[in-house]
DNA sequence: TTGCATGACGGACGATCGTGCGCTTAATCT
DNA sequence: AGATTAAGCGCACGATCGTCCGTCATGCAA
Protein backbone atom coordinates (compact mmCIF):
# COMPACT_ATOMS: atom_id res chain seq x y z
CA UNK A 1 0.00 0.00 0.00
CA UNK A 2 2.66 2.45 1.03
CA UNK A 3 4.71 1.18 -1.59
CA UNK A 4 2.30 1.79 -4.27
CA UNK A 5 2.12 5.70 -2.92
CA UNK A 6 5.60 5.71 -3.22
CA UNK A 7 5.55 4.71 -6.49
CA UNK A 8 3.28 7.29 -7.64
CA UNK A 9 4.50 9.97 -5.89
CA UNK A 10 7.86 9.27 -7.84
CA UNK A 11 6.40 10.38 -10.53
CA UNK A 12 3.85 13.00 -9.82
CA UNK A 13 4.97 14.12 -6.16
CA UNK A 14 3.82 13.61 -2.89
CA UNK A 15 0.44 15.84 -3.25
CA UNK A 16 -0.43 13.72 -6.14
CA UNK A 17 -1.07 10.92 -4.59
CA UNK A 18 -4.18 11.34 -3.91
CA UNK A 19 -7.06 8.98 -1.75
CA UNK A 20 -8.95 8.13 -4.78
CA UNK A 21 -6.35 7.16 -7.16
CA UNK A 22 -4.36 5.51 -4.45
CA UNK A 23 -7.73 3.44 -4.12
CA UNK A 24 -8.12 2.88 -7.57
CA UNK A 25 -4.42 1.48 -7.88
CA UNK A 26 -4.41 -0.95 -5.04
CA UNK A 27 -8.39 -1.76 -6.11
CA UNK A 28 -10.08 -1.26 -2.86
CA UNK A 29 -12.53 1.99 -1.92
CA UNK A 30 -11.66 5.07 -0.76
CA UNK A 31 -12.54 4.44 2.80
CA UNK A 32 -10.92 1.21 3.09
CA UNK A 33 -7.56 3.55 1.91
CA UNK A 34 -8.21 6.22 4.29
CA UNK A 35 -9.29 3.60 7.19
CA UNK A 36 -5.34 2.70 6.89
CA UNK A 37 -4.20 5.90 7.78
CA UNK A 38 -6.80 8.00 9.27
CA UNK A 39 -5.16 11.36 7.45
CA UNK A 40 -3.37 12.19 4.06
CA UNK A 41 -1.07 14.02 6.00
CA UNK A 42 -0.41 10.71 7.45
CA UNK A 43 -0.21 8.81 4.63
CA UNK A 44 2.43 11.07 3.51
CA UNK A 45 4.38 10.80 6.34
CA UNK A 46 4.54 7.09 6.26
CA UNK A 47 5.75 7.69 2.56
CA UNK A 48 8.33 9.58 3.60
CA UNK A 49 9.41 7.37 6.56
CA UNK A 50 9.48 4.41 3.79
CA UNK A 51 11.58 6.70 1.95
CA UNK A 52 14.27 6.99 4.95
CA UNK A 53 14.13 3.24 5.33
CA UNK A 54 15.27 2.69 2.04
CA UNK A 55 17.83 4.95 2.03
CA UNK A 56 19.37 3.60 5.57
CA UNK A 57 19.16 -0.09 4.43
CA UNK A 58 20.43 0.76 0.73
CA UNK A 59 23.45 3.17 1.56
CA UNK A 60 24.19 3.42 5.33
CA UNK A 61 23.65 0.04 6.13
CA UNK A 62 26.05 -1.29 3.31
CA UNK A 63 28.65 1.14 3.92
CA UNK A 64 28.57 1.30 8.38
CA UNK A 65 31.60 -1.46 8.12
CA UNK A 66 33.85 0.37 6.59
CA UNK A 67 35.98 2.31 8.68
CA UNK A 68 35.42 6.38 9.52
CA UNK A 69 36.82 8.59 7.48
CA UNK A 70 37.73 8.77 3.77
CA UNK A 71 36.84 5.13 3.49
CA UNK A 72 33.74 5.14 4.17
CA UNK A 73 33.46 8.36 2.50
CA UNK A 74 34.40 6.70 -0.60
CA UNK A 75 32.15 3.91 -0.41
CA UNK A 76 29.10 6.22 1.30
CA UNK A 77 29.23 7.71 -2.38
CA UNK A 78 29.50 4.47 -4.54
CA UNK A 79 26.20 3.07 -2.64
CA UNK A 80 24.64 6.52 -2.91
CA UNK A 81 25.11 6.95 -6.88
CA UNK A 82 23.78 3.45 -7.26
CA UNK A 83 21.13 3.64 -5.46
CA UNK A 84 20.03 7.27 -6.38
CA UNK A 85 20.30 4.92 -10.34
CA UNK A 86 18.42 2.39 -9.44
CA UNK A 87 16.19 3.75 -6.29
CA UNK A 88 13.27 1.06 -7.04
CA UNK A 89 10.64 3.62 -7.82
CA UNK A 90 9.27 4.36 -11.74
CA UNK A 91 9.65 8.00 -11.24
CA UNK A 92 13.37 8.26 -9.71
CA UNK A 93 14.62 8.58 -6.33
CA UNK A 94 11.79 9.52 -3.94
CA UNK A 95 14.07 11.36 -1.58
CA UNK A 96 15.37 13.85 -3.72
CA UNK A 97 11.76 14.14 -4.95
CA UNK A 98 10.31 14.88 -1.85
CA UNK A 99 13.69 17.56 -0.76
CA UNK A 100 12.70 19.60 -4.02
CA UNK A 101 9.01 19.15 -3.47
CA UNK A 102 8.73 20.00 0.23
CA UNK A 103 11.87 22.29 0.82
CA UNK A 104 9.94 25.46 0.11
CA UNK A 105 7.29 24.79 2.03
CA UNK A 106 5.94 24.70 5.59
CA UNK A 107 4.75 21.76 7.94
CA UNK A 108 5.17 18.10 9.28
CA UNK A 109 6.50 16.76 5.90
CA UNK A 110 8.93 19.72 5.60
CA UNK A 111 9.99 19.12 9.17
CA UNK A 112 10.28 15.26 8.93
CA UNK A 113 12.36 15.61 5.88
CA UNK A 114 14.57 18.05 7.12
CA UNK A 115 15.04 15.95 10.23
CA UNK A 116 15.70 13.10 8.38
CA UNK A 117 18.22 14.88 5.68
CA UNK A 118 20.35 16.72 8.02
CA UNK A 119 20.82 13.16 10.25
CA UNK A 120 22.44 12.22 6.73
CA UNK A 121 24.70 15.43 6.28
CA UNK A 122 25.96 14.61 9.85
CA UNK A 123 27.11 11.02 8.61
CA UNK A 124 29.04 12.91 5.71
CA UNK A 125 30.20 16.15 7.65
CA UNK A 126 31.21 13.29 10.23
CA UNK A 127 33.17 11.38 7.87
CA UNK A 128 34.75 14.33 5.91
CA UNK A 129 36.32 15.79 9.32
CA UNK A 130 37.43 12.03 9.78
CA UNK A 131 39.10 12.46 7.29
CA UNK A 132 40.80 15.59 7.69
CA UNK A 133 41.83 14.41 10.73
CA UNK A 134 43.64 11.59 9.61
CA UNK A 135 45.10 13.66 6.82
CA UNK A 136 43.98 11.41 3.94
CA UNK A 137 42.42 15.40 2.92
CA UNK A 138 43.91 18.75 2.91
CA UNK A 139 43.92 20.60 6.27
CA UNK A 140 41.92 23.80 4.58
CA UNK A 141 39.25 21.39 3.46
CA UNK A 142 36.00 23.48 3.91
CA UNK A 143 33.83 20.54 5.14
CA UNK A 144 30.23 22.04 4.39
CA UNK A 145 31.18 22.76 0.88
CA UNK A 146 32.28 19.40 0.46
CA UNK A 147 28.87 18.30 2.09
CA UNK A 148 26.87 20.66 -0.52
CA UNK A 149 28.66 19.39 -3.59
CA UNK A 150 27.54 15.63 -2.79
CA UNK A 151 24.46 16.45 -1.76
CA UNK A 152 24.33 18.00 -5.10
CA UNK A 153 25.97 15.50 -7.14
CA UNK A 154 23.95 12.75 -6.06
CA UNK A 155 20.45 14.57 -6.29
CA UNK A 156 21.09 15.08 -9.81
CA UNK A 157 21.11 11.80 -11.22
CA UNK A 158 17.58 11.33 -11.07
CA UNK A 159 16.89 14.27 -13.86
CA UNK A 160 19.56 13.86 -15.72
CA UNK A 161 18.06 9.74 -16.31
CA UNK A 162 14.61 11.27 -16.72
CA UNK A 163 14.87 14.31 -18.10
CA UNK A 164 17.74 14.10 -20.42
CA UNK A 165 18.52 10.19 -20.67
CA UNK A 166 21.73 10.33 -19.28
CA UNK A 167 22.05 6.21 -18.60
CA UNK A 168 25.77 7.46 -17.18
CA UNK A 169 24.27 9.92 -14.69
CA UNK A 170 25.81 7.85 -11.95
CA UNK A 171 29.26 7.74 -13.48
CA UNK A 172 29.32 11.27 -13.52
CA UNK A 173 28.15 11.88 -9.77
CA UNK A 174 30.58 9.49 -8.57
CA UNK A 175 33.04 11.34 -10.88
CA UNK A 176 32.33 14.63 -9.54
CA UNK A 177 32.65 13.54 -6.21
CA UNK A 178 35.78 12.42 -5.98
CA UNK A 179 36.77 15.83 -7.69
CA UNK A 180 34.69 17.45 -4.61
CA UNK A 181 36.53 15.62 -2.28
CA UNK A 182 39.83 16.20 -3.28
CA UNK A 183 40.58 12.48 -4.29
CA UNK A 184 43.01 11.65 -7.12
CA UNK A 185 41.71 10.00 -10.43
CA UNK A 186 41.53 6.00 -10.60
CA UNK A 187 39.66 3.86 -12.21
CA UNK A 188 36.32 3.21 -10.86
CA UNK B 1 -0.88 38.09 -14.28
CA UNK B 2 2.53 35.32 -15.05
CA UNK B 3 4.55 36.43 -12.25
CA UNK B 4 1.71 35.69 -9.93
CA UNK B 5 1.58 32.37 -11.10
CA UNK B 6 5.46 31.81 -11.12
CA UNK B 7 5.40 33.45 -7.55
CA UNK B 8 3.25 30.69 -6.40
CA UNK B 9 4.75 27.82 -8.73
CA UNK B 10 7.91 28.47 -7.23
CA UNK B 11 6.99 27.62 -3.52
CA UNK B 12 3.94 25.09 -4.05
CA UNK B 13 4.66 23.07 -7.26
CA UNK B 14 3.71 24.50 -11.18
CA UNK B 15 0.70 22.13 -10.85
CA UNK B 16 -0.58 23.68 -7.61
CA UNK B 17 -1.16 27.13 -9.44
CA UNK B 18 -4.78 26.53 -9.48
CA UNK B 19 -7.05 28.91 -11.84
CA UNK B 20 -8.96 29.75 -8.29
CA UNK B 21 -6.35 30.25 -6.19
CA UNK B 22 -4.57 32.42 -9.04
CA UNK B 23 -7.80 34.39 -9.50
CA UNK B 24 -7.88 34.89 -5.50
CA UNK B 25 -4.42 36.27 -5.50
CA UNK B 26 -5.01 39.16 -8.33
CA UNK B 27 -8.25 39.80 -7.17
CA UNK B 28 -10.21 38.43 -10.58
CA UNK B 29 -12.89 36.30 -11.00
CA UNK B 30 -11.70 32.66 -12.23
CA UNK B 31 -13.39 33.69 -16.01
CA UNK B 32 -11.56 36.34 -16.35
CA UNK B 33 -8.16 34.85 -15.57
CA UNK B 34 -8.98 31.55 -17.77
CA UNK B 35 -9.89 34.03 -20.34
CA UNK B 36 -6.13 35.24 -20.56
CA UNK B 37 -4.84 31.72 -20.71
CA UNK B 38 -7.53 29.83 -22.73
CA UNK B 39 -6.49 26.75 -20.85
CA UNK B 40 -4.55 25.84 -17.68
CA UNK B 41 -1.92 24.17 -19.47
CA UNK B 42 -1.22 27.20 -21.69
CA UNK B 43 -0.93 28.90 -18.34
CA UNK B 44 1.65 26.75 -17.38
CA UNK B 45 3.51 26.72 -20.85
CA UNK B 46 3.68 30.72 -20.40
CA UNK B 47 5.17 30.49 -16.88
CA UNK B 48 7.89 28.29 -17.66
CA UNK B 49 8.64 30.34 -21.05
CA UNK B 50 8.45 33.46 -18.36
CA UNK B 51 11.84 31.00 -16.40
CA UNK B 52 13.46 30.89 -19.23
CA UNK B 53 13.52 34.37 -20.01
CA UNK B 54 14.72 35.45 -16.73
CA UNK B 55 17.29 32.75 -16.71
CA UNK B 56 18.19 34.30 -20.12
CA UNK B 57 18.58 37.86 -19.13
CA UNK B 58 20.35 37.16 -15.57
CA UNK B 59 22.40 34.94 -16.71
CA UNK B 60 23.42 34.50 -20.39
CA UNK B 61 22.96 37.53 -21.55
CA UNK B 62 25.32 38.75 -18.79
CA UNK B 63 28.13 36.70 -20.10
CA UNK B 64 27.83 36.53 -23.73
CA UNK B 65 30.08 39.52 -23.75
CA UNK B 66 32.96 36.86 -22.41
CA UNK B 67 35.05 35.14 -24.82
CA UNK B 68 34.23 31.91 -25.06
CA UNK B 69 36.04 29.29 -23.65
CA UNK B 70 37.28 29.15 -20.02
CA UNK B 71 37.12 32.65 -19.01
CA UNK B 72 33.35 32.67 -20.40
CA UNK B 73 33.03 29.22 -18.51
CA UNK B 74 33.82 30.62 -14.99
CA UNK B 75 31.43 33.63 -15.88
CA UNK B 76 28.42 31.85 -16.62
CA UNK B 77 29.06 29.38 -13.03
CA UNK B 78 29.01 32.71 -11.27
CA UNK B 79 26.25 34.69 -12.51
CA UNK B 80 24.14 31.22 -12.51
CA UNK B 81 24.82 30.53 -9.02
CA UNK B 82 24.27 34.59 -8.13
CA UNK B 83 20.77 33.63 -9.73
CA UNK B 84 19.96 30.53 -8.00
CA UNK B 85 20.80 32.78 -5.10
CA UNK B 86 18.68 34.90 -5.67
CA UNK B 87 15.96 34.63 -8.52
CA UNK B 88 13.32 36.64 -7.11
CA UNK B 89 10.85 34.12 -6.81
CA UNK B 90 9.95 33.66 -2.70
CA UNK B 91 10.11 29.98 -3.38
CA UNK B 92 13.46 30.04 -4.98
CA UNK B 93 14.75 29.12 -8.13
CA UNK B 94 11.62 27.97 -10.25
CA UNK B 95 13.60 26.58 -13.49
CA UNK B 96 14.54 24.51 -10.41
CA UNK B 97 11.66 24.02 -9.09
CA UNK B 98 10.02 22.78 -12.48
CA UNK B 99 12.77 20.69 -13.81
CA UNK B 100 12.66 18.36 -10.74
CA UNK B 101 9.01 18.19 -10.66
CA UNK B 102 8.63 17.61 -14.35
CA UNK B 103 11.88 15.38 -15.11
CA UNK B 104 9.13 12.50 -15.00
CA UNK B 105 6.53 12.95 -16.29
CA UNK B 106 5.21 13.35 -19.93
CA UNK B 107 3.21 16.10 -21.68
CA UNK B 108 4.06 19.57 -23.38
CA UNK B 109 5.30 20.95 -20.04
CA UNK B 110 8.41 18.06 -19.84
CA UNK B 111 8.69 18.71 -23.69
CA UNK B 112 9.34 22.31 -23.07
CA UNK B 113 11.58 21.56 -20.20
CA UNK B 114 14.07 19.46 -22.08
CA UNK B 115 14.16 21.79 -25.10
CA UNK B 116 15.11 24.54 -22.98
CA UNK B 117 17.84 22.99 -20.52
CA UNK B 118 19.10 21.04 -23.65
CA UNK B 119 19.73 24.28 -25.20
CA UNK B 120 21.90 25.60 -21.62
CA UNK B 121 23.51 21.89 -21.92
CA UNK B 122 24.86 23.20 -25.44
CA UNK B 123 25.84 26.29 -24.39
CA UNK B 124 28.11 24.90 -21.04
CA UNK B 125 29.17 22.02 -23.61
CA UNK B 126 30.40 24.71 -25.90
CA UNK B 127 32.53 26.33 -23.41
CA UNK B 128 34.10 23.75 -21.64
CA UNK B 129 35.19 22.26 -25.26
CA UNK B 130 36.65 25.11 -26.35
CA UNK B 131 38.49 25.50 -23.12
CA UNK B 132 39.74 22.04 -23.54
CA UNK B 133 41.00 23.10 -26.90
CA UNK B 134 42.49 25.97 -26.30
CA UNK B 135 44.54 24.18 -23.46
CA UNK B 136 42.85 25.86 -20.64
CA UNK B 137 41.73 22.49 -19.57
CA UNK B 138 43.43 19.17 -19.56
CA UNK B 139 42.93 17.27 -23.03
CA UNK B 140 41.07 13.70 -21.11
CA UNK B 141 38.66 16.35 -19.54
CA UNK B 142 34.85 14.53 -19.31
CA UNK B 143 32.52 17.06 -20.98
CA UNK B 144 29.67 15.22 -20.39
CA UNK B 145 30.61 14.97 -16.32
CA UNK B 146 31.54 18.74 -16.42
CA UNK B 147 28.37 19.62 -17.83
CA UNK B 148 26.31 17.58 -15.40
CA UNK B 149 28.68 18.61 -11.95
CA UNK B 150 28.02 21.95 -12.59
CA UNK B 151 24.14 21.53 -13.69
CA UNK B 152 24.18 19.32 -10.01
CA UNK B 153 25.77 22.44 -7.97
CA UNK B 154 23.57 25.34 -9.63
CA UNK B 155 20.29 23.39 -8.63
CA UNK B 156 21.28 22.31 -5.24
CA UNK B 157 21.49 26.25 -4.27
CA UNK B 158 17.36 26.41 -3.44
CA UNK B 159 17.15 23.24 -1.22
CA UNK B 160 20.21 24.39 0.70
CA UNK B 161 18.73 27.79 0.97
CA UNK B 162 15.41 26.86 1.96
CA UNK B 163 15.40 23.42 3.47
CA UNK B 164 18.95 23.91 5.21
CA UNK B 165 18.89 27.92 5.38
CA UNK B 166 22.78 27.60 4.20
CA UNK B 167 23.39 31.18 3.29
CA UNK B 168 26.84 30.15 1.74
CA UNK B 169 25.35 27.82 -0.33
CA UNK B 170 25.85 29.66 -3.66
CA UNK B 171 29.31 29.97 -2.48
CA UNK B 172 29.48 26.25 -1.59
CA UNK B 173 28.07 25.66 -5.39
CA UNK B 174 30.93 27.74 -7.26
CA UNK B 175 34.07 26.61 -5.18
CA UNK B 176 32.25 23.21 -6.40
CA UNK B 177 32.01 24.44 -9.71
CA UNK B 178 35.84 25.12 -10.25
CA UNK B 179 36.84 21.81 -8.93
CA UNK B 180 34.26 20.09 -11.01
CA UNK B 181 36.23 22.20 -13.79
CA UNK B 182 39.62 21.62 -12.77
CA UNK B 183 40.85 25.16 -12.08
CA UNK B 184 42.72 25.65 -9.24
CA UNK B 185 42.04 27.59 -6.08
CA UNK B 186 41.57 31.64 -5.24
CA UNK B 187 39.74 33.76 -3.69
CA UNK B 188 36.41 34.38 -5.61
C1' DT C 1 -21.74 -20.34 21.10
C1' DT C 2 -21.71 -15.74 21.98
C1' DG C 3 -19.49 -11.24 22.00
C1' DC C 4 -16.62 -7.95 20.10
C1' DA C 5 -12.81 -5.69 17.66
C1' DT C 6 -11.12 -5.00 13.01
C1' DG C 7 -11.25 -3.97 8.25
C1' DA C 8 -13.37 -2.97 4.11
C1' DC C 9 -17.45 -1.42 2.01
C1' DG C 10 -21.03 1.97 -0.31
C1' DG C 11 -22.61 6.36 0.08
C1' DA C 12 -22.78 11.05 1.21
C1' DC C 13 -21.07 15.76 2.58
C1' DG C 14 -18.98 20.28 1.36
C1' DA C 15 -15.09 22.19 -1.13
C1' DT C 16 -12.47 22.93 -4.99
C1' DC C 17 -10.96 21.70 -9.47
C1' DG C 18 -11.00 23.21 -14.91
C1' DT C 19 -13.91 24.87 -18.23
C1' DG C 20 -17.73 26.57 -20.85
C1' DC C 21 -21.80 30.18 -21.69
C1' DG C 22 -24.01 34.62 -21.88
C1' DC C 23 -23.97 39.23 -20.29
C1' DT C 24 -22.14 43.91 -19.32
C1' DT C 25 -18.69 47.33 -19.75
C1' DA C 26 -14.89 49.77 -21.77
C1' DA C 27 -11.87 50.69 -25.46
C1' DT C 28 -10.88 51.00 -30.41
C1' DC C 29 -11.85 51.90 -35.16
C1' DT C 30 -14.57 53.63 -39.17
C1' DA D 1 -21.74 59.01 -33.38
C1' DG D 2 -22.11 54.41 -34.31
C1' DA D 3 -20.15 49.80 -34.84
C1' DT D 4 -16.92 46.44 -33.40
C1' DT D 5 -13.82 44.21 -30.46
C1' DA D 6 -11.98 42.72 -26.21
C1' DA D 7 -11.94 41.96 -21.23
C1' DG D 8 -13.99 40.75 -17.18
C1' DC D 9 -17.96 39.21 -14.71
C1' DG D 10 -21.54 35.82 -12.57
C1' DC D 11 -23.05 31.43 -12.88
C1' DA D 12 -23.33 26.68 -13.68
C1' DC D 13 -21.65 22.03 -15.08
C1' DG D 14 -19.41 17.58 -14.04
C1' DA D 15 -15.29 15.69 -11.72
C1' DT D 16 -12.54 14.95 -8.08
C1' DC D 17 -10.81 16.17 -3.69
C1' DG D 18 -10.53 14.60 1.76
C1' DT D 19 -13.30 12.97 5.22
C1' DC D 20 -17.00 10.98 7.94
C1' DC D 21 -20.82 7.67 8.82
C1' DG D 22 -23.45 3.38 9.10
C1' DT D 23 -23.22 -1.41 7.73
C1' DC D 24 -21.56 -5.88 7.02
C1' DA D 25 -18.20 -9.78 7.12
C1' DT D 26 -14.49 -11.94 9.33
C1' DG D 27 -11.85 -13.93 13.01
C1' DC D 28 -10.33 -14.28 17.73
C1' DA D 29 -11.55 -14.40 22.90
C1' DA D 30 -14.54 -15.61 26.38
Redesign the pocket.
Known sequence: MVKAAADLASVEGLDS?????L?EIV??????????F????ALQLETVEMVFGDFRTRVWDTVKRFPAGLPRLLAMCEAWTEYAADPGYPGGCLMTQVTYDYDGRSGVVHERLLEGRNQWRAALRADVTTAVQAGDLPEDTDVEAVVFGLESLASFITPALLLHGDDRAADHAYQGMRRIIGVTEEER
Do not use: C, D, F
Open positions: VTIGRAQMSKSGVIGQRTKE
